[in-house]
């Protein structure tokens, strides 16, 4: 373990398959840098099996508690299995730099990476509006309370599937290149190409409401660069 770690995710060491053992001092297994990695996520990938073999598939997620969420459609192969309790393996990536050493062997990416065991619970029906509000509000905080609300049918024809979070590892590379010592004199550019998920200007849809942008889109807008929406 790290010496960030202080508190493992499920409260015990890290499990036999999520002890990482290449790079280990990269290597978090507290909840908060977990957490935080997940927070910073619109997708992951979910890994599976079946008759027909090995699958990995993005999809859309968000984190309530110590849970990751997904939603779908009840006619989704992946979401059917899952519901059904098949073992599945999570992961969530975000690149956050190029790193070019002055060696071809040391290059590298910085990241932030988690990875997660286990078999997901359905959300039963008394939940799954406000998991999938929270969904919304993941997305764009406080819009779950201005959009129609699904309605009956649509609530009906989605599965709603949460993770739970207790076995967990995360990996988190930063920094520049760790060139061997007989290759700092190498005459070439070493360093870091930075590397960010960045908003755009936001792009209305048609006629707009009257009573104005609402403050996460005036947000978005300040991150993109000042667009003025
Ligand atoms: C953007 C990116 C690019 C990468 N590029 C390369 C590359 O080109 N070549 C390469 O060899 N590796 C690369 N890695 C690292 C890679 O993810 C693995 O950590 C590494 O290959 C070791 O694999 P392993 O099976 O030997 O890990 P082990 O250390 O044996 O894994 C044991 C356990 O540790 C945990 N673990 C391992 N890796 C991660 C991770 N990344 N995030 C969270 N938990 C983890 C899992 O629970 C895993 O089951 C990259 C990672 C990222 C995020």
Redo the contacts with the bound molecule.
Sequence with gaps: MSSTDTVPVNGKA?SP????????E??HYDRDTLYAILDAAYLCHIAFADEHGVHCIPTACWREGDHLYIHGSNGSRMLRLAAEGAQV?V?V?H?DGLVLARSAFHH??N?????I?GAFEVVGADRKAAALDAFLNHIAQGRAHEVRAGNRNELAATTVLRLPLDE????I?TGGPKDDDEDLGHPVWAGVLPLALKPLAPEPDGAQPADGVPGYVMEWAGRAGGADQ
């Design positions: 890290p398959r999520t002890r990482v053992r290449r790079i280990a990269r290597a393996c992961t990536t690149l590298s990416m990241y932030r990476s988690a990875m065991y967990a590892a995360a990996k590379r």
